[in-house]
């Protein structure tokens, strides 16, 4: 099992930017990854980003490609996510998550942060 520490968040006005953080630990494999979703009020979980553990490959969904950017330091095993250009619609809690990486579909999450909440507001 991996355990996820999150940190950043906030508020932040339209247009703004800010990143996200998590802290990894535990037990993996050599086919892991980790990434990030995300829940707004009344909706499902969405996919938004994640990235090989190697850090030598990313996948994003078209509705996220372009303001959104994931990476990792291997050597502090974090992962963060960059985004850009933020409106009220990008409000939503943040999560990051561990599993299974795929080149061409969502990351198969194993384990979850705890969360943190990212409200764009002016």
């Known amino acids: 099992q991996v355990q996820l520490v999150q940190s950043g968040g906030g508020l932040v006005q339209p247009g703004g930017s800010l990143r996200l953080s998590c802290a990894a630990s535990g037990y993996r494999s050599g086919s892991d990854g980790m990434g990030w979703f995300r829940q707004a009020p009344g909706k499902d979980r969405e996919f938004v980003a994640s990235?090989?553990?190697?850090?030598?490959?990313?996948y994003y969904p078209e509705t996220m490609k372009g303001r959104f950017a994931i990476s990792r330091d291997s050597g502090k095993n974090m992962v963060f996510l960059q985004m850009n250009s933020l409106s009220p619609e990008d409000t939503a809690v943040y999560y990051c998550a561990s599993g299974i990486y795929y080149t061409y579909r969502s990351l198969g999450v194993r384990d979850w942060g705890q969360g943190t909440q990212v409200t764009v507001s002016s």
């Open positions: 990235i090989s553990w190697s850090g030598s490959s990313t």
